[in-house]
């Protein structure tokens, strides 16, 4: 297979995971909460990408006072009697299997299955396709994106155009239409609703798109808002008061080799006043950068992101006091014989050991990185309250405009500054990263953070940080200083496992010190 077709199979695998999944039996205990398990699942870790397909919610199943947010490998099962989580191992299972290899995603693509929703005891059909389809020997471009829709009466698909290859070229979101799918289907007061997305990366894209459909008039109503145009809608949901009806879309952006990138987060859309609002890490309690699955629940929303999990009354959004929320952490016991602790991810002398005591068994766990790809061995990063401090003599700050034109938005789910931290997050105390703040970047040397090429002769950079804490020293144009507040430790001596905890935000918040740097940037 020529590299060509793994970037286009590596790109394409995600299109074909399924949303729903049957609900699973919950051992209750006498206050109506499910028995925690005996011990914290494992969470073993083969590649970088775990991180994010682990963590990543799939689905939600409500059940007897009980909310279940399943991945691929975990439920993490809500119980309001005490409003807390447990985590156990999962059983999920997607209705649509993914396909296995090239061929099955290019077959899958040349004719895309119609999915089906129900409605007063009849089926409706529909699926989103490239028109014409270049599918299976790219001879042809396609030329627009096509809502096909069959009725209960119908035989054959009445058709809908979505956005065209110009309009894309327009609204500069991409010079090709990349593979559209739809992401949530929602039947609200006898109306359907489909979010839809596209493909991005190598020049590939779309236009966000919410199609509803009025089964009872046989009429469809395209909603694009201008301000998502770029983004990918993961799920949708909807909710009423009143006076208003709002849309809820879990939104980000990817790129090629980067499936996971930040975007507007969690948004909320206006029916009746057409307005817009954003929520996400930068500008709200969100914890996390990619919402994935949303759930109306009376006056709550619950946001699953790739860190954790939000509740927030829905209807006073913007006070802070409305969020709830709890973030993913991996723990290690710390072995009897210590744990010797390196500076950085290839650094071949420890820096100092760490040996548990009565107060100290535990080490939270923040990432691990390969060392050598082709020997699979790699170490973890981990939490060091000590911190280590760091020069990166060839890495300082930039204003957003030098790294592209000088025409460019800052968003603001963006630092206010290009800086070699610029995908920490300032919490008021720290600069922190959550779990799916991390950039995969598959074709460009893997995740990186506080690091360096420079005297590096190996597959990877000289990795200081990923994700651990920072406090930043001082920054100039051609130079950034930090202390980390972490280290390294080889993965054959820790055994992480799973917790969902309470967020705490820190005490004392000072002012972000970024903001000094960012004059004339």
Same mark, same amino acid.
């Given at each position: 297979?020529?590299?060509?077709?793994?970037?286009?199979?590596?790109?394409?695998?995600?299109?074909?995971?399924?949303?729903?999944?049957?609900?699973?039996?919950?051992?209750?205990?006498?206050?109506?909460?499910?028995?925690?398990?005996?011990?914290?699942?494992?969470?073993?870790?083969?590649?970088?990408?775990?991180?994010?397909?682990?963590?990543?919610?799939?689905?939600?199943?409500?059940?007897?006072?009980?909310?279940?947010?399943?991945?691929?490998?975990?439920?993490?099962?809500?119980?309001?009697?005490?409003?807390?989580?447990?985590?156990? /191992?999962? #059983?999920?299972?997607?209705?649509? +299997?993914? =396909? @296995?290899?090239?061929?099955?995603?290019? $077959?899958?693509? !040349? &004719?895309?299955?119609?999915?089906?929703?129900?409605?007063?005891?009849?089926?409706?059909?529909?699926?989103?396709?490239?028109?014409?389809?270049?599918?299976?020997?790219?001879?042809?471009?396609?030329?627009?994106?096509?809502?096909?829709?069959?009725?209960?009466?119908a035989?054959?698909?009445?058709?809908?155009?979505?956005?065209?290859?110009?309009?894309?070229?327009?609204?500069?979101?991409?010079?090709?239409?990349?593979?559209?799918?739809?992401?949530?289907s929602?039947?609200?007061?006898?109306?359907f609703?489909?979010?839809?997305?596209?493909e991005?990366?190598?020049?590939?894209?779309?236009?966000?798109?919410?199609?509803?459909?009025?089964?009872?008039?046989? /009429?469809? #109503?395209?909603?694009?808002?201008? +301000?998502? =145009? @770029?983004?990918?809608?993961?799920?949708l $949901?909807?909710? !009423? &008061?009143d006076?208003d009806?709002?849309?809820?879309?879990?939104?980000?952006?990817?790129?090629?080799?980067?499936?996971?990138?930040?975007?507007?987060?969690?948004?909320?859309?206006?029916?009746n006043?057409?307005?817009?609002?954003?929520?996400?890490?930068?500008?709200?309690?969100?914890?996390?950068?990619?919402?994935?699955?949303?759930?109306?629940?009376?006056?709550?929303?619950?946001?699953?992101?790739?860190?954790?999990?939000?509740?927030?009354?829905?209807?006073?959004?913007?006070?802070?006091?409305?969020?709830?929320?709890?973030?993913?952490?991996?723990?290690?016991?710390?072995?009897?014989?210590?744990?010797?602790?390196?500076?950085?991810?290839?650094?071949?002398?420890?820096?100092?050991?760490?040996?548990?005591?009565?107060?100290?068994?535990?080490?939270?766990v923040l990432?691990?990185?390969?060392q050598?790809?082709?020997?699979?061995?790699?170490?973890?990063?981990?939490?060091?309250?000590?911190?280590?401090?760091?020069?990166?003599?060839?890495?300082?700050?930039?204003?957003?405009?030098?790294?592209?034109?000088?025409?460019?938005?800052?968003?603001?789910?963006?630092?206010?500054?290009?800086?070699?931290?610029?995908?920490?997050l300032?919490?008021?105390?720290?600069?922190?990263?959550?779990?799916?703040?991390?950039s995969?970047?598959?074709?460009?040397?893997?995740?990186?953070?506080?690091?360096?090429?420079?005297?590096?002769?190996?597959?990877r950079?000289?990795?200081?940080a990923?994700?651990?804490?920072?406090?930043?020293?001082?920054?100039?144009?051609?130079?950034?200083?930090?202390?980390?507040?972490?280290?390294?430790?080889?993965?054959?001596?820790?055994d992480?496992?799973?917790?969902?905890?309470?967020?705490?935000?820190?005490?004392?918040?000072?002012?972000?010190?970024?903001?000094?740097?960012?004059?004339?940037?």
């Amino acid at each position: 297979m020529s590299f060509k077709l793994i970037i286009t199979f590596l790109s394409l695998t995600s299109l074909f995971i399924g949303c729903t999944n049957p609900k699973q039996g919950i051992n209750k205990a006498e206050n109506n909460c499910p028995s925690p398990p005996a011990s914290y699942p494992n969470f073993n870790v083969k590649n970088e990408g775990d991180f994010f397909d682990k963590l990543k919610t799939l689905n939600i199943e409500v059940a007897e006072n009980l909310i279940i947010f399943q991945t691929q490998d975990y439920d993490f099962i809500f119980c309001d009697d005490n409003e807390s989580f447990i985590t156990q /191992k999962g #059983n999920y299972k997607p209705e649509e +299997q993914p =396909a @296995k290899n090239y061929e099955e995603a290019i $077959k899958e693509l !040349n &004719n895309p299955a119609y999915k089906i929703i129900n409605w007063q005891d009849k089926t409706y059909q529909y699926r989103v396709i490239l028109d014409p389809n270049p599918f299976p020997d790219f001879e042809v471009e396609p030329e627009k994106v096509v809502l096909e829709l069959i009725t209960p009466e119908a035989e054959e698909p009445q058709k809908q155009t979505l956005y065209t290859l110009e309009q894309v070229k327009k609204q500069e979101a991409g010079i090709q239409l990349g593979v559209p799918k739809v992401t949530a289907s929602v039947i609200y007061n006898n109306q359907f609703y489909w979010s839809v997305s596209s493909e991005q990366g190598e020049g590939n894209g779309g236009i966000a798109t919410i199609v509803n459909y009025d089964p009872q008039g046989n /009429k469809i #109503n395209i909603i694009q808002p201008s +301000q998502i =145009a @770029k983004q990918q809608i993961n799920d949708l $949901k909807i909710s !009423n &008061n009143d006076t208003d009806t709002t849309v809820w879309l879990a939104t980000q952006t990817s790129g090629e080799g980067n499936p996971y990138l930040p975007g507007m987060g969690l948004v909320s859309y206006n029916l009746n006043s057409q307005s817009l609002k954003s929520y996400h890490a930068r500008n709200s309690e969100l914890v996390g950068i990619i919402p994935h699955k949303l759930m109306i629940e009376k006056d709550n929303i619950w946001v699953a992101t790739g860190n954790g999990i939000c509740q927030i009354k829905w209807q006073a959004i913007e006070q802070e006091n409305s969020w709830k929320c709890w973030q993913f952490k991996l723990q290690a016991d710390i072995p009897s014989d210590g744990l010797e602790v390196y500076k950085s991810l290839l650094n071949s002398t420890s820096q100092t050991t760490l040996n548990a005591n009565e107060n100290n068994k535990i080490i939270e766990v923040l990432w691990w990185s390969s060392q050598d790809y082709e020997a699979e061995k790699g170490r973890y990063e981990v939490v060091y309250n000590a911190a280590f401090p760091v020069t990166l003599d060839d890495k300082g700050a930039m204003g957003w405009k030098e790294i592209y034109d000088k025409e460019y938005k800052v968003h603001s789910w963006e630092a206010t500054v290009y800086w070699p931290g610029k995908d920490w997050l300032w919490n008021g105390n720290k600069f922190t990263r959550p779990f799916d703040g991390v950039s995969l970047n598959y074709f460009g040397g893997g995740p990186g953070g506080i690091s360096t090429w420079k005297n590096s002769k190996k597959q990877r950079p000289e990795i200081y940080a990923i994700r651990g804490d920072l406090e930043l020293i001082n920054l100039t144009k051609n130079s950034t200083s930090v202390k980390y507040y972490s280290g390294w430790v080889n993965d054959n001596l820790l055994d992480p496992y799973l917790t969902i905890l309470p967020r705490k935000q820190p005490k004392n918040m000072e002012p972000n010190p970024l903001k000094k740097f960012t004059q004339n940037k």
